[in-house]
């Protein structure tokens, strides 16, 4: 059997030598703090233009995590890629010839992937809360606020488990193009508007982005928003039970056909 | 030593591979030989384990390939197509397979040295020529100094060369008591480095012999005269009992001979002669000849285009015969080794 701590090793190995690694974290990052901060500083200047509800349910927290809906789609390249790159390049089956315990190799890559991913999550939260409220101002919270500290580790998670999601979709499909095909529309947009339709928003809840974007509100309805059936962790639960059955989807499709 | 058993596999209504049963053995060069679409890549991953047979198995040393602790130290393979991440470069592309097998890194340097890739050891993958991908491929194949070693088609992309280099290389990990197996669609680039052959044609066994008796029964030698006095010199040899074949170009093509009988002979009587050599069949003739039947994607010849292969029965063109050099009996190629191999069967005319 194959060793897994060498396994885990060459894995690291090759994530750090690719150039689509360093591109796809960085853009996770600077997008989402970016875009956050720009809409923390409109709100503050608009806020009085807000409606009477919004202004109600006002949550600076979840405010600063606004640009996660365009960083995450970073963090689904670089999950996409860093599985995809394997079929596409054909190096597959020379990691297989090295590695011929198919699950050995599926878990080290992602488990290597995943937490690089979640480090940078965490990392893009908490920058993105900072910023965030200092630009807020007086409407701003701090970490030490009921619900804020676990909204902020929410959010850095929500980033990781969205990239191991992508990693586990394309260990299904095999082939990048496919996926972010899939995916990309899928988060950008397909889930963003079936939220906001009536009836159809009774399924789009359930969504792995959806229910695990949860996590990130400290006001419940936060901006207006409906009441959800489920709390903060049950929502980051639906959310680990989408990664859970897409890695496993994945394995099994790597296990059974032919490489 | 690799042991097939009852190899099979469909895809779909297509058997690639066809109740394959053979073995592959140390200390030895085995070739493994079919014309296109035959089933050699699809075995060879077979016996990697990356394709799941439809039936039967593959034995190494008595192990699945799975069964094999850090495989790259057991066997070594290189595939037909790309298998390498074209954005990382070549030291980093062995590095990671090094490391999953606990191999040093120290060995990386090593094998990018064997086969020449030092210079460009950290420029991306994806920049590579053809044979520059081909020796990367065959460095990764040695990452592990592996007592079993698979190429799959190694000479395809090499220079003359590098063609030589991995022919010696094959030779030379064979004579340190390895098992190598590799593939072609070339007898005559066997016939300069296997031992043994295993022919297959739309995934059946079709022959499994040694190189050696392959070239006994296969390969037809004979003298060809060419002579301005050609119907004295027909007479000459009908007297003396040797039966003449008219060949193209005026040529006579004499078997059960040699060089000296008919030289001595032709002097004795005063003929004067333009030609006298002695000539080695192409063993590529004899390898058409027993794939005929199974050969899958032929090419038809338009303008200029290639001869179709010749069928079973086909006389001896001279499109297939071999200049041998002129009165030299026994000549045999530059750089040949093996015994009894073929001279210049690489300059099959077209
Ligand atoms: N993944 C696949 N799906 C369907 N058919 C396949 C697949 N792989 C191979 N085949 C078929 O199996 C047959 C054997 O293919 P294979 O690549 O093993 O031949 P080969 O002997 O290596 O040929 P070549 O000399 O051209 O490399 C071919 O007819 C091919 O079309
Ligand atoms: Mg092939």
């Given at each position: 059997?194959?060793?897994?701590?060498?396994?885990?090793?060459?894995?690291?190995?090759?994530?750090?030598?690719?150039?689509?690694?360093?591109?796809?974290?960085?853009?996770?990052?600077?997008?989402?703090?970016?875009?956050s901060a720009a809409l923390c500083a409109l709100l503050n200047?608009?806020?009085?233009?807000?409606?009477?509800?919004?202004?109600?349910?006002?949550?600076?927290?979840?405010v600063s995590?606004?640009?996660?809906?365009?960083?995450?789609?970073?963090?689904?390249?670089?999950?996409?890629?860093?599985?995809?790159?394997?079929?596409?390049?054909?190096?597959?089956?020379?990691?297989?010839?090295?590695?011929?315990?198919?699950?050995?190799?599926?878990?080290?890559?992602?488990?290597?992937?995943?937490?690089?991913?979640?480090?940078?999550?965490?990392?893009?939260?908490?920058?993105?809360?900072?910023l965030g409220q200092a630009l807020l101002g007086?409407?701003g919270?701090?970490?030490?606020?009921?619900?804020?500290?676990?909204?902020?580790?929410?959010?850095?998670?929500?980033?990781?488990?969205?990239?191991?999601?992508?990693?586990?979709?394309?260990?299904?499909?095999?082939?990048?193009?496919?996926?972010?095909?899939?995916?990309?529309?899928?988060?950008?947009?397909?889930?963003?508007?079936?939220?906001?339709?009536?009836?159809?928003?009774?399924?789009?809840?359930?969504?792995?982005?959806?229910?695990?974007?949860?996590?990130?509100?400290?006001?419940?309805?936060?901006?207006?928003?409906?009441?959800?059936?489920?709390?903060?962790?049950?929502?980051?639960?639906?959310?680990?039970?989408?990664?859970?059955?897409?890695?496993?989807?994945?394995?099994?499709?790597?296990?059974?056909?032919?490489? | 030593?690799?042991?097939?058993?009852?190899?099979?596999?469909?895809?779909?209504?297509?058997?690639?591979?066809?109740?394959?049963?053979?073995?592959?053995?140390?200390?030895?060069?085995?070739?493994?030989?079919?014309?296109?679409?035959?089933?050699?890549?699809?075995?060879?991953?077979?016996?990697?384990?990356?394709?799941?047979?439809?039936?039967?198995?593959?034995?190494?040393?008595?192990?699945?390939?799975?069964?094999?602790?850090?495989?790259?130290?057991?066997?070594?393979?290189?595939?037909?197509?790309?298998?390498?991440?074209?954005?990382?470069?070549?030291?980093?592309?062995?590095?990671?397979?090094?490391?999953?097998?606990?191999?040093?890194?120290?060995?990386?340097?090593?094998?990018?040295?064997?086969?020449?890739?030092?210079?460009?050891?950290?420029?991306?993958?994806?920049?590579?020529?053809?044979?520059?991908?081909?020796?990367?491929?065959?460095?990764?194949?040695?990452?592990?100094?592996?007592?079993?070693?698979?190429?799959?088609?190694?000479?395809?992309?090499?220079?003359?060369?590098?063609?030589?280099?991995?022919?010696?290389?094959?030779?030379?990990?064979?004579?340190?008591?390895?098992?190598?197996?590799?593939?072609?669609?070339?007898?005559?680039?066997?016939?300069?480095?296997?031992?043994?052959?295993?022919?297959?044609?739309?995934?059946?066994?079709?022959?499994?012999?040694?190189?050696?008796?392959?070239?006994?029964?296969?390969?037809?030698?004979?003298?060809?005269?060419?002579?301005?006095?050609?119907?004295?010199?027909?007479?000459?040899?009908?007297?003396?009992?040797?039966?003449?074949?008219?060949?193209?170009?005026?040529?006579?093509?004499?078997?059960?001979?040699?060089?000296?009988?008919?030289?001595?002979?032709?002097?004795?009587?005063?003929?004067?002669?333009?030609?006298?050599?002695?000539?080695?069949?192409?063993?590529?003739?004899?390898?058409?000849?027993?794939?005929?039947?199974?050969?899958?994607?032929?090419?038809?010849?338009?303008?200029?285009?290639?001869?179709?292969?010749?069928?079973?029965?086909?006389?001896?063109?001279?499109?297939?015969?071999?200049?041998?050099?002129?009165?030299?009996?026994?000549?045999?190629?530059?750089?040949?080794?093996?015994?009894?191999?073929?001279?210049?069967?690489?300059?099959?005319?077209?």
């Amino acid at each position: 059997m194959a060793s897994v701590p060498a396994v885990l090793n060459s894995e690291w190995t090759k994530i750090r030598t690719v150039s689509s690694t360093t591109w796809t974290l960085i853009c996770a990052f600077a997008v989402t703090v970016a875009m956050s901060a720009a809409l923390c500083a409109l709100l503050n200047a608009t806020f009085d233009d807000l409606s009477e509800a919004e202004q109600a349910t006002f949550d600076p927290t979840l405010v600063s995590f606004s640009g996660t809906v365009l960083g995450q789609l970073a963090m689904v390249v670089f999950g996409v890629l860093v599985v995809g790159t394997e079929y596409s390049s054909g190096m597959i089956r020379t990691s297989l010839a090295a590695v011929p315990q198919r699950g050995t190799l599926l878990f080290s890559k992602i488990t290597v992937a995943g937490v690089l991913a979640l480090v940078v999550g965490l990392l893009t939260s908490f920058v993105s809360f900072f910023l965030g409220q200092a630009l807020l101002g007086d409407r701003g919270t701090d970490l030490g606020a009921d619900n804020v500290l676990r909204a902020v580790v929410g959010a850095g998670l929500y980033m990781g488990l969205i990239a191991i999601f992508s990693m586990g979709v394309t260990a299904m499909l095999r082939s990048s193009m496919l996926s972010l095909g899939i995916l990309v529309p899928f988060f950008f947009l397909i889930s963003q508007i079936l939220i906001a339709v009536p009836y159809a928003k009774d399924v789009a809840r359930y969504f792995p982005d959806q229910a695990g974007s949860k996590i990130m509100q400290v006001v419940p309805e936060a901006m207006g928003s409906d009441p959800s059936p489920y709390g903060p962790w049950a929502g980051l639960g639906i959310m680990v039970a989408w990664v859970v059955a897409a890695v496993l989807g994945g394995y099994l499709v790597l296990k059974n056909r032919d490489a | 030593m690799i042991e097939l058993e009852g190899l099979t596999k469909r895809f779909g209504s297509k058997v690639a591979v066809d109740h394959l049963t053979c073995q592959v053995r140390p200390g030895m060069v085995t070739g493994f030989l079919g014309p296109n679409g035959a089933g050699k890549s699809t075995t060879m991953r077979m016996m990697l384990d990356l394709d799941n047979p439809t039936s039967g198995t593959v034995r190494i040393d008595g192990k699945h390939y799975h069964e094999l602790q850090e495989p790259l130290k057991y066997i070594g393979a290189l595939l037909d197509a790309k298998s390498m991440h074209g954005g990382r470069s070549a030291y980093n592309n062995l590095l990671c397979l090094a490391q999953s097998n606990r191999i040093p890194s120290s060995r990386v340097d090593e094998v990018l040295d064997t086969v020449g890739l030092s210079g460009v050891a950290k420029k991306k993958s994806k920049g590579f020529s053809l044979g520059m991908g081909q020796r990367l491929g065959i460095a990764s194949a040695l990452l592990g100094d592996p007592e079993i070693l698979m190429f799959d088609e190694p000479v395809n992309g090499l220079d003359p060369e590098g063609i030589h280099w991995i022919r010696n290389l094959m030779k030379a990990l064979a004579a340190e008591g390895r098992t190598i197996f590799v593939s072609s669609h070339l007898m005559s680039e066997m016939a300069l480095t296997a031992d043994h052959l295993i022919v297959i044609g739309q995934g059946r066994l079709l022959a499994d012999t040694s190189m050696a008796d392959f070239i006994h029964e296969n390969s037809r030698s004979y003298v060809r005269l060419r002579s301005p006095q050609q119907e004295r010199l027909r007479d000459v040899l009908h007297q003396e009992g040797f039966t003449a074949v008219e060949a193209d170009g005026g040529t006579l093509e004499i078997d059960g001979a040699t060089t000296e009988e008919l030289g001595e002979l032709a002097a004795r009587h005063q003929v004067v002669l333009h030609e006298l050599s002695s000539q080695r069949a192409s063993l590529e003739e004899a390898f058409m000849q027993m794939t005929a039947g199974s050969v899958e994607y032929h090419a038809h010849s338009g303008p200029g285009g290639a001869e179709p292969p010749p069928t079973v029965g086909a006389g001896w063109g001279e499109g297939w015969q071999q200049p041998g050099g002129t009165a030299a009996p026994g000549t045999t190629a530059p750089g040949t080794t093996t015994p009894g191999s073929v001279d210049g069967t690489e300059n099959k005319g077209a």
